[in-house]
């Protein structure tokens, strides 16, 4: 169903009305059906319509280099357990909150949004979703300063309410005020979350992600459900295990079948190289020698990370390396390849540094034969980069 768009601005002349494209709600529907609840479907559905209805406009009307945050992989993790889309533009972060609701006296930003270090935005925008008719509605925006002067806390909701009298109405301000203030502090300080142990991210982790849990945004003290979605890897564990998944993320897992789809998603490959001959130290070299690949961009500039194992016996050492894209070109000075523990925490000889320019730089790691757990690290960091626990 079409509406009369002119029609609509005439009534609210201040709002920002844009059409959503008929051709790709089918699409946009199938694309949000790996929830646990139907009630999570749906609201993946109302902030992907969002998304895909309000990027596009604002990147030709705003900001070319605006996107998603962190980025469109993770989009799923997070929605599973809390409404909100972050769009990162100009060193500033908006998050649409959509909702289909006729009343619009407030805005209600859930806690995550604002309470979270790397979460909290900039600005947040009451976004009315209306599938039927295929529009949304900018209804008003905010500054997070002003959220929290004027604003209230719901408890038991965990949200951030605001009545619609103290948003602005109109979004074309926002560049105005960008144009005319560019100083302006829009953003709030954060209080330090909780520090989790792997142990205790892994009970959190059982205990919420069953799925008969509606709503497990409630079901632990913020700190803790703040720090767990913060730790990239963590979230989408949780997202795995709402869904009834298997673990998605074993290296050991992808040198035997092949990297999962689901990891394919967050840009993981692999190739086959042809068996290397035993060192001179007469260590055995695999039987294959299959790596696994990642693009990265760091600094505008295109690189690989690989992951490969380099002796299968009872030591297993693992090589976690970092080349340019392309043969030949030299990784500037500075850049840092790390390796952290799932809780983040460094090790002895856990990163290595380009301190002239190198064609590659590497960080070997020795391990038993119990699985664990690492995560990955550049400075400076890659684009749209977040924590990925990898089981080795």
Not at 38 to 62: G, I, V
Not at 95 to 104: G, N, T
Not at 237 to 254: A, D, T
Not at 287 to 300: A, D, M, N, P, Y
């Amino acid at each position: 169903m079409t509406f009369d768009l002119e029609t609509l601005s005439l009534n609210s002349p201040t709002n920002l009305w844009l059409e959503i494209p008929e051709n790709q709600q089918t699409k946009i529907w199938e694309q949000s059906q790996a929830f646990s609840t139907d009630n999570r479907r749906w609201m993946a559905y109302l902030n992907r319509l969002s998304l895909k209805t309000f990027l596009p406009w604002f990147k030709e009307e705003y900001a070319q280099n605006a996107k998603v945050f962190p980025n469109s992989a993770t989009l799923p993790s997070v929605w599973e357990v809390t409404n909100g889309t972050g769009i990162c533009f100009n060193g500033k972060k908006l998050v649409l909150i959509p909702s289909e609701a006729l009343d619009i006296s407030e805005l209600r930003v859930p806690q995550e949004w604002v309470d979270i270090p790397s979460w909290s935005a900039d600005y947040y925008a009451a976004v009315q979703v209306n599938v039927e008719a295929g529009y949304i509605r900018i209804w008003g925006y905010t500054s997070a300063v002003n959220l929290k002067e004027k604003g209230t806390y719901d408890a038991n909701e965990r949200n951030y309410c605001l009545n619609k009298e103290d948003l602005i109405s109109n979004f074309s301000i926002l560049r105005i005020a960008a144009q005319v203030c560019p100083e302006e502090i829009t953003k709030t300080e954060t209080v330090p979350l909780a520090e989790l142990s792997a142990t205790q991210a892994e009970n959190l982790i059982a205990r919420l992600g069953n799925s008969q849990l509606i709503n497990p945004r409630q079901a632990v003290p913020f700190t803790m459900w703040g720090a767990l979605l913060e730790h990239g890897g963590w979230r989408q564990g949780l997202y795995e295990k709402r869904q009834g998944m298997q673990r998605q993320w074993s290296i050991r897992q992808w040198m035997q079948t092949g990297v999962s789809e689901f990891a394919q998603q967050f840009g993981w490959g692999s190739v086959d190289l042809q068996p290397s001959l035993a060192s001179s130290r007469g260590t055995e070299a695999p039987t294959q020698e299959t790596t696994l690949i990642k693009k990265i961009t760091i600094s505008g500039l295109e690189y690989h990370l690989s992951v490969k194992l380099r002796s299968n016996n009872q030591n297993r050492i693992w090589r976690f390396e970092l080349r340019r894209a392309t043969v030949g070109e030299m990784i500037p000075v500075g850049v840092k390849l790390m390796l952290l523990t799932e809780d983040l925490q460094p090790f002895d000889g856990n990163q290595a540094q380009a301190k002239k320019p190198v064609e590659r730089i590497y960080v070997d790691v020795a391990l038993g034969g119990e699985e664990e757990a690492l995560v990955w690290k550049t400075e400076p960091v890659s684009d749209d980069y977040e924590y990925e626990t990898l089981y080795l």
